[in-house]
């Protein structure tokens, strides 16, 4: 929870004259001053803090500030300007730690045990694999290497010629590193980097990213539709696509429709025909990309439709337009779809791509999940309350078992678990990523 102290004081004017001036003072939750943060005012105006214990402001009427730095988190709060011009108003914020003091846990020989300790090197991703390695994705000097590790020890080690984000596994057990723009396939021999080829990412979006099952001529692949109120499981076969399983919710879409077509109704009601992307014939159907027209004509007489565009835009993604609850995982003998719409389990045999089973689940199912594809297991991870909680599913009864809490850990982040075995990333004082495991 985000703790501030505000103390509010009109005091004489200073060092400014004939204006209404805020002073802030930050402090962390020891009550230390804390230094480098950066002051967004009104959303534009930045002003850096190097080592001053305050800092002043020329207050104007509703002035909104943001307090910024990379190791708290962020704070907002406004400041109406009153009729007295010479007060100062002083406020005083203490701002939480965004990483975790990893010395207020028990980590070595208890809970939870350090497995990589990689000084001034960040870890990007990871991924757990066989007989204790770890297959890490990290960045040192702008220079980004994938590396092999077991225990801290570097088993092999290679830089990339590409930005990349993300390790990723695909429905055959194969590694991808994903860049901005360039993916490279690579598997693990004796304990070394095998790399295979490369693909541009709309490739890799168009043809594995999305697929739970690959075969020699088919494929299962899951879609959604407008809204994503339609989910389905689609076969691609030499061309030809043919829907195995699908789930509507109807209830969801209507109101999805209705603030869908609302938002596009005023876009074209509002927006002339010279700024109107619809109209144009440029629209790529997304309503995100119906904001940020500016026209001066309609704000002169007091009209901001980007604005309201995105209000309504917001109110539809937030509210109306969630995607479904639904993940579907190729397991080795079947694929089972986890329905946290109506809190059911789905097997589809691979015989005949035919329901085979449904039961119910005995526990909510929450939507975030991480699939073992070593051990052809399923785990939930759930948030009870701020704290993580992972899960193991059974997918024959619907029933689950507690493996880790980590009620104990500040902002626990990517996690993935291996045989039962639950790995996660924190972010330590000096602003990197540790690489955790629960015992």
């Known amino acids: 929870m985000q703790k501030f102290v505000l103390l509010l004081l009109t005091f004489g004017l200073f060092p400014f004259a004939f204006s209404q ?13 804390v230094s480098g943060y950066t002051v967004v005012v009104n959303d534009s105006l930045k002003k850096i803090n190097s080592k001053e214990k305050s800092m002043y402001f020329t207050i104007i009427s509703n002035s909104k500030f943001e307090i910024k730095h990379p190791l708290f988190s962020s704070y907002e709060f406004k400041i109406y300007a009153t009729n007295t011009a010479e007060d100062t108003i002083r406020r005083v914020i203490t701002i939480s ?14 809970k939870f045990n350090e497995i990589d300790n990689r000084e001034n090197e960040f870890i990007i991703d990871y991924y757990p694999y066989l007989n204790e390695k770890t297959v890490l994705l990290t960045k040192y000097n702008n220079q980004c290497y ?3 590790s077991k225990l801290s020890v570097t088993l092999d080690s290679t ?5 990349a984000s993300q390790i990723f596994i695909d429905a055959l057990g194969n590694f991808f590193v994903i860049g901005n723009k360039k993916v490279m396939q690579f598997n693990i021999v004796e304990d070394k980097f095998v790399f295979q080829k490369r693909f541009d990412f709309e490739s890799f979006e168009r043809t594995l990213e999305n697929a739970v099952a690959l075969y020699k001529d088919y494929g299962i692949y899951v879609s959604f539709s407008m809204h994503n109120q339609l989910y389905s499981l689609i076969r691609v076969q030499n061309g030809k696509n043919e829907s195995i399983y699908s789930f509507f919710e109807k209830e969801k879409y209507k109101r999805a429709l209705y603030f869908y077509n609302r938002t596009v109704n005023y876009y074209m009601a509002t927006i002339p025909e010279k700024d109107n992307l619809i109209l144009m014939g440029i629209w790529d159907g997304d309503l995100m990309s119906l904001n940020s027209h500016p026209n001066t004509e309609l704000e002169q007489v007091g009209i901001n439709p980007n ?3 995105m209000g309504m835009t917001s109110w539809s993604d937030k509210i109306t337009s969630n995607p479904l609850s639904i993940e ?6 079947q694929l089972v779809i986890l329905n946290g719409e109506n809190d059911s389990i789905t097997h589809i045999s691979y015989e005949n791509l035919k329901i085979s089973k449904e039961i119910a689940s005995k526990t909510h199912l929450t939507g975030d999940y991480f699939f073992d594809y070593f051990y052809n297991q399923i785990y ?20 689950t078992k507690l493996i880790a809490d980590l009620s104990e850990i500040h902002q626990p982040r990517n996690i993935k678990v291996i045989n039962d075995q639950v790995y996660f990333l924190v972010l330590d004082k ?10």
Request: aromatic share 8%; glycine share 6%; hydrophobic share 35%.
């Open 21 to 33: 001036v805020l002073e802030i003072r930050v402090l962390d939750e020891n009550q230390h001053y």
């Open 97 to 110: 730690s965004q990483y975790q003091d990893l010395d207020e846990v028990q980590i070595f020989g208890t």
């Open 146 to 148: 994938l590396k092999l």
């Open 159 to 163: 830089n990339l010629d590409l930005k």
């Open 307 to 309: 604005k309201e565009i």
């Open 328 to 333: 579907t995982f190729g397991l080795i003998d």
């Open 380 to 399: 939930m991870i759930a948030d009870k309350k701020g704290t993580k909680q992972i899960f193991k599913i059974d997918i024959n009864t619907g029933d």
């Open 430 to 439: 000096s602003g990197y990523n540790r690489l955790l495991k629960v015992n």
